[in-house]
């Protein structure tokens, strides 16, 4: 299942040194990491590196259905296996954390999500020359909180601007909240780390999916 997606837009091009930094911070924040090709990550954070807690008490994981315990019979089968995941979930945040752009990868991509956006420009002072996408694999609450943070921690080490897709009627309460530069087509919010970190406890605070 996929989840809410986040963007840094850059100015310019990372230097070397932050792309250095950014990996560090992947790595030390990840249970989980694999570099794809520079500045691409594909991670498992735990919400607990960013500051907060999963929210599940510790028997959180259904129990197998008695079907598959072989302790009912066959008439009681298929209905207690209706609506049963067999992969059981667990704490692991999957996440795809990418740099995207000229010379670095995922050009097309970029060039796509970046064409004619001049009021989104407007707001920024600057045409993006880069993006990071900050992409939530998975769509329970706690991912939602999960990658506003980790885009906020990216943005601590690398800069840029967040570019928040918003939810209908968000646009009037994200508006006035600290660090926002502006609002863009009345759906976008662009604005800094401490913007993302304020959001997040705001309890109007959902990203898109």
């Known amino acids: 299942m996929s989840g809410p997606t986040l963007v840094i837009e850059l100015a310019d091009p990372l230097s070397t040194a932050a792309l250095r930094e950014f990996r560090a911070l992947m790595v030390g924040l990840s249970s989980h990491f694999d570099e794809k090709r520079p500045g691409f990550f594909d991670v498992n954070v735990p919400a607990e590196r960013l500051g907060v807690e999963d929210g599940r008490t510790e028997d959180w994981r259904k129990p197998f259905p008695l079907p598959l315990l072989g302790r009912t019979g066959s ?20 996440f795809l954390v990418y740099l995207m752009g000229p010379d670095v990868g ?17 707001v920024l002072g600057f ?29 601590d080490v690398i800069g840029g601007v967040a570019n928040v897709e918003l939810l209908d009627g968000q646009e009037l309460v994200v508006a006035d909240l600290p660090g926002v530069s502006g609002i863009a087509h009345d759906c976008m919010a662009l ?12 309890p109007a605070f959902r990203l898109v999916k």
């Open 106 to 122: 995922d050009e097309g991509v970029f060039e796509a999500e970046h064409a004619d956006q001049p009021e989104v420009e407007a």
């Open 127 to 155: 045409r993006p020359t880069h993006a990071v996408n900050v992409s939530a694999c998975c769509n329970r609450d706690i991912d939602h909180v999960v990658t506003a943070l980790l885009t906020a921690a990216v943005m």
């Open 75 to 94: 008439d009681e089968e298929l209905k207690a296996l209706v609506g049963f995941n067999p992969q059981r979930e667990d704490r692991r945040r999957p």
């Open 191 to 202: 604005g800094t780390a401490d913007f993302l970190r304020v959001w997040v406890g705001h």
